[in-house]
Structures are given as structure tokens and as C-alpha cells.
């Protein structure tokens, strides 16, 4: 059985930029605006020497109601089935409510959470990743998965314990 890594996180991180990455595919739909994966998308994660199934999610902002709702329940179960997760947030954005609805039902769960901050192209990795300590999830790893950017690190310490 091949590791479960669910990307998890609210709209617009960058979860499907960074599943079409792992996958090698452009299967999950990327866009400008928030909330275009609707529901789970599995794939066969295939980097460096890495192979994994990863679940692209549509992402959770905590006051969900209607589509979205379901939306966000459909994450919750990704989050359910996976062996790992990878919390993404935006570096560009710093800490949002949404990022700490989230964090608060990771660390509920009895799950390994790697908390990611992604976009750090272009910025202060350091100072940008700093503002997310206060979530309480431990290290923040950065990345910039539209151009690959700290993938391989990130999958190597996710990976390895598995
Ligand atoms: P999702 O809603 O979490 O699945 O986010 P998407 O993957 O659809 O990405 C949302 C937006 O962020 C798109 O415009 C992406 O091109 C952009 N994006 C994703 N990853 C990066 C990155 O590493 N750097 C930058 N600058 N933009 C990114
Ligand atoms: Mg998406």
C-alpha cells in the first residue's frame, strides 16, 4: 500500500498548483479565484524517488453553508483517510481565520500535520514562514510549488517516516 498524503487548506493556497506537481498532470484545475475543486481528486504521486497517493482537496474556510459546505466536508474526510497531511497556507496572505479553523481541527486529530506555507517565491522565506509559528503546528516548511521550490525537501521529511 503506497503512503496517503492529503493536501489540505483553504481556497487559493495553491493545493491543486502543487497535486498537479506531485502528479505530474494538470488533472486538477488551477484558477484566480478561490474554490474551483469541488470535491477529492486522487492521483499517483510520482517525485524523485517518492511514490504516493495524494488527494487534492477544494479547501475549508470554516463558515462553510450550501456547496461549500460540502466542500469542506469532503476535506475533512480526505484528512480522515490520509496517512499524512500537508497543511498549506499562503505566504503572501500571512495568517488568515480560515488557517486557524484549520489548525485547530489538525491538532485535534491524531495525525501527522506538516505545515507548509507555499508562494515563497519572491519573498523572505524566513520572515514570511515565521508568521505561521503561532498556529501550533510545529516547523513551517516553505515552497513555492508553481515553480517546484523546496517540493523535494518537503516530500523527503514527509515521506520518510512512513
Ligand atoms: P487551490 O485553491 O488551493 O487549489 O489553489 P490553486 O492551485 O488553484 O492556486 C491558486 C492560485 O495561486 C493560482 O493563481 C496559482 O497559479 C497560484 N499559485 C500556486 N502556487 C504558487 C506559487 O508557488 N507561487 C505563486 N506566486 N503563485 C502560486
Ligand atoms: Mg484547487
Request: glycine share 10%; no cysteine.
Amino acid at each position: 500500500m503506497l503512503p496517503v498524503v492529503a493536501l489540505v487548506g483553504r481556497p487559493n493556497v495553491g493545493k491543486s498548483t502543487l497535486f498537479n506537481r506531485l502528479t505530474q498532470s494538470r488533472d486538477a484545475l488551477v484558477a484566480d479565484f478561490p474554490g474551483l475543486t469541488r470535491d477529492r481528486q486522487y492521483g499517483q504521486g510520482r517525485y524523485d524517488n517518492y511514490q504516493f497517493i495524494v488527494v487534492d482537496t477544494g479547501g475549508i474556510h470554516g463558515k462553510e453553508e450550501g456547496l461549500d459546505l460540502l466542500m469542506a466536508k469532503q476535506s475533512l474526510q480526505a484528512i480522515d483517510e490520509a496517512d499524512v497531511v500537508l497543511f498549506l497556507v499562503d505566504a503572501r496572505d500571512g495568517i488568515s481565520a480560515a488557517d486557524e479553523f484549520i489548525a485547530d481541527y489538525l491538532r485535534k486529530q491524531d495525525k501527522p500535520v506538516y505545515l507548509t506555507a507555499n508562494k515563497i517565491d519572491g519573498l523572505d522565506g524566513d520572515a514570511a514562514a515565521a508568521d505561521f509559528f503561532s498556529l501550533g503546528l510545529g516547523d513551517v516548511y516553505q515552497i513555492a510549488a508553481a515553480h517546484g521550490r523546496g517540493v523535494s525537501q518537503l516530500l523527503r521529511t514527509v515521506l520518510l517516516p512512513l
